[in-house]
């Protein structure tokens, strides 16, 4: 069996966004969403940051370029980006992938609570 990087903690998040949209379902804004997520991360113990500014790095550069948001950081290793769409877009992976590397984060997590099903993606820059 394989061991992916931060797994306990990328186990966790998801195991709380499944117990969020189990409890809400579908249908809510992105807002109601993050908020439930941040009562679930608490109670699992988790140390997080939310509607956190970032820097956003260029290249190699040691001063930013710009802040942009993100929606969870989750001890430190793990960013989390959520949507509540119909349907994810292949747009909605590369602004994930774009955002590790911009910021310098191995691990993220795209989270969709917009569909029938949790729908959930790991991903690692």
Same mark, same amino acid.
């Given at each position: ?29 992105? #807002?109601?969403?993050?908020?439930? *997520? ?7 113990? %988790?140390?997080? @940051?939310?509607? !956190? /500014? ?12 710009? #802040?942009?948001?993100?929606?969870? *950081? ?7 980006? %959520?949507?509540? @769409?119909?349907? !994810? /877009? ?18 993220? *997590? ?7 099903? %949790?729908?959930? @993606?790991?991903?690692?820059?």
């Amino acid at each position: 069996m394989e061991v992916y990087k931060h797994s306990d903690i990328t186990g966790k998040i998801i195991g709380c966004a499944m117990q969020v949209h189990s409890f809400l379902g579908s249908g809510f804004q992105e #807002i109601i969403y993050h908020r439930a *997520l941040a009562l679930e991360f608490t109670k699992a113990g %988790l140390q997080f @940051k939310w509607e !956190l /500014e970032m820097p956003i790095y260029y290249k190699d550069y040691t001063e930013p370029i710009g #802040i942009r948001r993100v929606d969870f *950081l989750v001890e430190n290793v793990v960013l989390v980006e %959520l949507k509540a @769409k119909a349907l !994810l /877009e292949d747009i909605h992976y590369a602004q994930i992938l774009n955002y590790l590397k911009v910021y310098k984060v191995e691990v993220g *997590l795209l989270i969709n609570f917009g569909e029938k099903s %949790l729908n959930f @993606k790991r991903l690692i820059l």
